[in-house]
Nanobody, 122 residues
């Protein structure tokens, strides 16, 4: 069982930045694909970004390209999501995920964190 704990969410003005972190309990962290999803109130869950076990391959949703950067530190069992130029429509609960495939499909990820709230004011 992999436990994922997110941090770094909060309230920020439009145009600002936040850096989310996700710490994993699993010692085999470096073998897993890691990613981020988000869900806004009344909306479906949405893929944001994913990163391969080595960190060499990344995938982004169109809404995240050019503004968000996913990265990982396998020595610290941690994955990050740097979010710049934030918009009010980025407001959501952001959840860290862990799986074996770099995919934008939620059902490809076996483990989910509790999520961290990101609120972007206009």
């Amino acid at each position: 069982q992999v436990q994922l704990v997110e941090s770094g969410g909060g309230l920020v003005q439009a145009g600002g930045s936040l850096r989310l972190s996700c710490a994993a309990s699993e010692r085999a962290f470096s073998r897993y694909v890691m990613g981020w999803f988000r869900q806004a109130p009344g909306k479906d869950r949405e893929f944001v970004a994913a990163i391969s076990w080595s960190g060499r391959s990344t995938v982004y949703a169109d809404s995240a390209k050019g503004r968000f950067t996913i990265s990982r530190d396998n020595g610290k069992n941690t994955v990050y999501l740097q979010m710049n130029s934030l918009k009010p429509e980025d407001t959501a609960v952001y959840s860290c995920v862990c799986g074996l495939d770099t995919s934008s499909s939620a059902d490809r990820y076996d483990y989910w964190g509790q999520g961290t709230q990101v609120t972007v004011s206009s």
